[in-house]
């Protein structure tokens, strides 16, 4: 697999109505087993990169953005779910915390060569997942 040396990277949603660009690599990447993670992406747990915000560029579709504020977490406090509102792909998360903006790596158009480098919400994790590699199999920025 090639390395991105440009370190940009390109994202979309399952209509490709909403497009954007990350520039940078995420300053941190993490696996989420918290139940609200699961039952927004439908799925046994969550992968999370976190940018800073200037990192995230939409190039199309922003009118198109559906915005969804999560209450019921379990810090108590408020996260902005953000998703395609025309094919319902979910895209970002704005957590409470200002400077951060979360993407799920699934919505990349390129694999990358991200590593999770923790889990996170352990006690929400289904018995049957089990642990989680951490290493990479190729070389890695994070």
Same mark, same amino acid.
């Given at each position: 697999?090639?390395?991105n040396?440009?370190?940009?990277?390109?994202?979309?949603?399952?209509?490709?109505?909403?497009?954007?660009?990350?520039d940078?690599?995420?300053f941190?990447?993490v696996?989420?087993?918290?139940?609200?993670?699961?039952?927004?992406?439908?799925s046994?747990?969550?992968?999370?990169?976190?940018?800073?915000p200037?990192q995230?560029?939409?190039v199309?579709?922003?009118?198109?953005?559906? &915005?969804?504020?999560?209450? !019921?977490?379990?810090?108590?406090?408020i996260?902005?779910?953000? /998703?395609?509102? #025309?094919c319902? +792909?979910s895209?970002?998360v704005?957590?409470?915390?200002?400077?951060?903006i979360i993407?799920y790596?699934?919505s990349?158009?390129?694999v990358?060569?991200w590593?999770?480098? &923790?889990?996170?919400?352990? !006690?929400d994790?289904?018995?049957?997942v089990?642990?989680i590699? /951490?290493r990479? #199999?190729?070389? +890695?920025k994070?």
């Amino acid at each position: 697999m090639a390395e991105n040396i440009n370190n940009t990277y390109h994202g979309q949603c399952l209509c490709k109505n909403v497009q954007f660009q990350l520039d940078g690599e995420p300053f941190q990447y993490v696996i989420c087993h918290c139940k609200n993670c699961k039952r927004s992406s439908g799925s046994s747990f969550l992968p999370n990169a976190m940018f800073k915000p200037f990192q995230l560029r939409i190039v199309q579709g922003e009118d198109t953005l559906e &915005k969804y504020a999560d209450r !019921d977490t379990l810090s108590g406090n408020i996260i902005t779910r953000i /998703f395609c509102r #025309k094919c319902g +792909s979910s895209l970002f998360v704005k957590p409470a915390k200002e400077g951060i903006i979360i993407v799920y790596p699934g919505s990349l158009t390129s694999v990358t060569e991200w590593v999770p480098r &923790k889990e996170i919400h352990i !006690d929400d994790k289904y018995s049957w997942v089990k642990e989680i590699n /951490f290493r990479a #199999k190729h070389p +890695s920025k994070l």
